[in-house]
């Protein structure tokens, strides 16, 4: 398969503290792989460093076969990116900020009004007009014009409506058909489980977990809870076929009983626990 994103080694230090240490991964093409976290395990940091935003500290980022730091220009051709905070001048229009981005980009129009009208964004409406959702509908259409083939998105849906998200990831679906290839970092993580193909789990800087997402969701495993008559609580993950679970569970004198298919944000939570840093 082809590899259009490889990080090797990467390390960010500012000063004495390590916001990235070390990490390694591939990204093939014609997948969405979701970049999971929580708050300052070092997701953004990354994404700036393969958006050449920042220089990596030790490492290398290839992209598309080009290393970020020394084809940063013709890698952009190629790759659209969004950013978790967007910042718009209030005064101008929608239209013009997508006319602009028309320009610089060598993109047609349409492309992006393709785009606008898709998310129900109402192009002539000032900046200032916007609620919060809508100003991130116009980071989306500035982002995943058609003529992208690398898509790299930090916190894409943060604003959305539930409708609006699923017409966002309806149309990532859609360029994944079409061989394209999304990295996108989320806190939402039944989004990651239902869209993505792989999950890479980030915490305190380094790579936890490389999941790959087809695989788990082949796994039978449930998450049981139960309490006895005689008031003893327990809770474990079961393997295997649910009938050899309630052929065991028919012996015990069972009060209260909940039996639950275990899904990736319960293997994701045990990451996010402590502190937010």
């Not at 806190?187 to 890479?200: F, G, T």
């Amino acid at each position: 398969l082809e590899k259009v994103i490889e990080v090797s080694h990467l390390t960010k230090t500012y000063h004495r503290y390590k916001a990235v240490n070390n990490i390694s991964f591939t990204i093939q093409k014609g997948s969405i792989t979701g970049f999971v976290g929580k708050n300052g395990a070092g997701k953004t940091t990354t994404i700036r460093a393969m958006m050449n935003m920042i220089k990596p500290s030790e490492g290398t980022i290839k992209i598309c076969g080009e290393d970020s730091q020394t084809h940063a220009k013709e890698i952009r051709t190629q790759l659209g990116y969004m950013s978790s905070d967007s910042c718009f001048y209030e005064k101008i229009k929608v239209i013009d900020v997508l006319r602009f981005c028309s320009r610089i980009s060598h993109e047609p129009i349409e492309s992006y009004l393709e785009l606008a009208a898709h998310f129900e964004l109402d192009v002539h409406k000032s900046i200032s007009e916007l609620s919060l959702g809508n100003k991130k509908k116009l980071s989306i259409a500035q982002s995943l014009t058609k003529e992208k083939q690398v898509f790299i998105l930090d916190e894409p849906t943060n604003g959305l409506d539930p409708y609006m998200q699923n017409r966002f990831f309806d149309l990532l679906s859609k360029y994944k058909a079409e061989g394209k290839t999304i990295f996108l970092s989320s806190h939402n993580l039944s989004d990651v489980e239902k869209y993505c193909d792989r999950a890479l789990i980030i915490k305190d800087g380094t790579l936890a977990e490389d999941i790959d997402l087809h695989q788990y969701k082949n796994r039978q495993a449930h998450i049981v809870s139960y309490q006895t008559k005689e008031g003893i609580h327990k809770t474990f993950t079961h393997q295997g076929e649910l009938s050899e679970l309630m052929k065991e569970l028919s012996t015990k004198s069972l009060k209260q009983l909940e039996i639950k298919q275990k899904s990736i944000e319960d293997e994701f939570i045990k990451y996010f626990g402590g502190d937010e840093e």
